[in-house]
């Protein structure tokens, strides 16, 4: 279905981040694209733990700057385009990835384009419009298949950085995955490992997404408050070994040493969640070095994995459905953010302007 509708106005109602956990709903120009440049109306925006992070701080260290539009993850109609854009028309349904690199840097020649040093980031999702900067609109912007929904597409971002972390430590069919950490983007991995035949122990905090863990597929489930969760996580692996991959999605001190303690000899550890700038952690060096233990951390997506991601949602591979716990307005934004840091059991929610 087309919808082209006609910008009579110039102003737009859009969330501003004005400083710590102060958040203003406010009119503001709606943004022009201009050479290569695409302005989207945005159908659906999601919750994400690094807006929730930008919104208890004030800022973003990288990108965010108060006064300031904020949000991430956005899937939307294509309102207007900009001069020289060809692969796009007004009315068709996209979702943009929320940066893009430079193709030219040492790491975009090696392959790494999600450590670019000059990614170009985009914010400004918890508004009706945003402006696609030229090199996203080039190199990550994606049409939406028929059967995916403007709320599922929203979660490529987070989804393919699941989808690289799994592809960089090279996991198979059969293989024993702990997930530590069942929020949303352990949920993800859950989903993902389990299309691709892995036995899944998904260890985590909180009952309820325990409970939907298993119904998303987890074999076992393990309640992580317990004081020796990783013998428990252990006697679910064959002869006690450990897993022959450990995911760490949380992003603390603790569960990156307990992820250490779950991994059989000459496994691999994927540290995927980011602990607080400074935090140290002590390593057993004997077992690191007799078990040979590799230590990998992953960060961030390439345009590749953008891709891999919208193709997972459409072929049900992953269900971003099953992780979106609330649909609100952009005018409860404030309130939304604040439920999810006292984390009364939502996921994320879908912010629909
Ligand atoms: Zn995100
Ligand atoms: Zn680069």
Request: hydrophobic fraction near 40%; glycine fraction near 8%.
């Amino acid at each position: 279905m087309r919808e082209l509708i006609n910008i009579t106005r110039d102003k737009m109602t859009a969330a501003v981040l004005y400083g710590k956990r102060d958040v203003r709903i406010e009119q503001i120009p709606i943004p022009r694209p201009e050479n290569g440049e695409v302005l989207v109306r945005i159908k659906a925006a999601l919750t994400c733990g690094t807006d929730l992070k930008v919104y208890r701080q004030g800022f973003h260290a990288r990108m965010i700057v108060p006064p300031s539009v904020f949000g991430h993850e956005l899937a939307g109609v294509i309102e207007e385009v900009g001069p020289n854009v060809d692969s796009f028309t007004p009315g068709m349904r996209v979702v943009a990835a929320n940066s893009a690199p430079c193709n030219n840097c040492f790491f975009c020649q090696r392959q790494l384009a999600n450590l670019c040093q000059d990614l170009q980031f985009i914010n400004g999702a918890y508004a009706e419009f945003i402006k696609i900067p030229e090199r996203v609109v080039r190199q990550n912007l994606l049409i939406l298949p028929e059967n995916v929904s403007f709320t599922e597409a929203a979660a490529v971002e987070p989804l393919a950085c699941v989808l690289r972390g799994i592809e960089e430590i090279g996991i198979s069919e059969g293989d024993t995955v702990v997930v530590i950490g069942m929020g949303p983007i352990g949920l993800m991995f859950v989903q993902q490992l389990k299309s691709i035949g892995a036995t899944v122990i998904a260890a985590g905090n909180r009952p309820n997404q325990l409970a939907l863990s298993a119904k998303l597929g987890a074999d076992h489930v393990v309640d992580s408050t317990h004081t020796n969760v990783v013998e428990r996580v252990r006697n679910f692996t064959d002869a006690r070994r450990g897993a022959d991959v450990v995911i760490e999605a949380v992003g603390s001190k603790e569960t990156w040493q307990q992820a250490m303690g779950m991994v059989r000899r000459g496994g691999t550890i994927n540290l995927f969640g980011g602990c607080p700038s400074g935090t140290q952690i002590p390593l057993d060096s004997t077992l690191i070095h007799y078990s040979e233990i590799t230590i990998k951390a992953t960060f961030h997506h390439t345009p590749r994995h953008i891709r891999e991601a919208l193709e997972a949602i459409r072929l049900g591979h992953v269900r971003p459905r099953t992780l979106i716990t609330g649909e609100e307005s952009l005018a409860s934004l404030s309130n939304v953010l604040e439920r999810l840091i006292n984390r009364n059991g939502d996921l994320k929610i879908a912010i629909i302007p």
